[in-house]
């Protein structure tokens, strides 16, 4: 699907202030990003992890510039239980993809082929549409409501929901190359790109 004018500007925009925005906030960033990658470590809690790194990104990219740990703390407690929930369905369906692979290879067959990709399918719509509805709890939306806009929000901007997801994996593949620099540069770079995408949209 190419992008018409407005969503490479908007692509554009993101990328740049990204850039700008890991310049000037790398320390904290780079701390946030050992605190989400040691809090993901249990994989359960990764929702919760991530969920509070783009509290933090927000607070960062507010007039504030800081991180307000008492209120970040507060919004995660607050949609613990959510975000937990929805950070485990797109590794699930991964998972349930895998599983069909392997029963593929040791029996090849066409249902078996199907339900890979479906599974395989699901996960990454779901991976898609967690970025604008986590951006949403961060936020403090309600969670039935957050997991709306963020299906609202993947539907209205399917390019852009695409290039996010695409940036966010050439990030991931990118920094597990480097083995530590994944702990401390995956984080930083995919969520604030994440977060500076979906504003960026918001604002067009």
Known sequence: ?????????????????????VYGNSHTLTLVSVCWFLASVPVVTIGPATLGAYVAVRQLDSDRN?????????????????ATLYGLVP????????????????NPG??????????????????LVMVPTFYELADGTAPAKAIKLGIRWTAAHPTLALLTGLVTLIVLLA?????????????MLAFSFQHRMVTEANAA
């Open 110 to 127: 066409l249902l078996t082929t199907g339900l890979f990709f479906v599974s395989l399918y699901v996960g990454l719509y779901a991976g």
């Open 91 to 106: 590794p699930l369906f991964f998972v349930i993809a895998a599983g069909y692979a392997v029963a593929h290879l040791s």
């Open 175 to 187: 920094t597990l190359l480097l083995t530590i620099g994944f702990v401390l540069l995956y984080p």
């Open 1 to 21: 699907m190419a992008a018409d004018g407005t969503d490479a500007n908007q692509f554009a925009d993101a990328l740049r202030s990204t850039g700008r925005f």
């Open 66 to 82: 800081r991180v307000e740990l008492n209120e970040l703390l507060g919004t995660v407690r607050s949609q613990f239980v959510p």
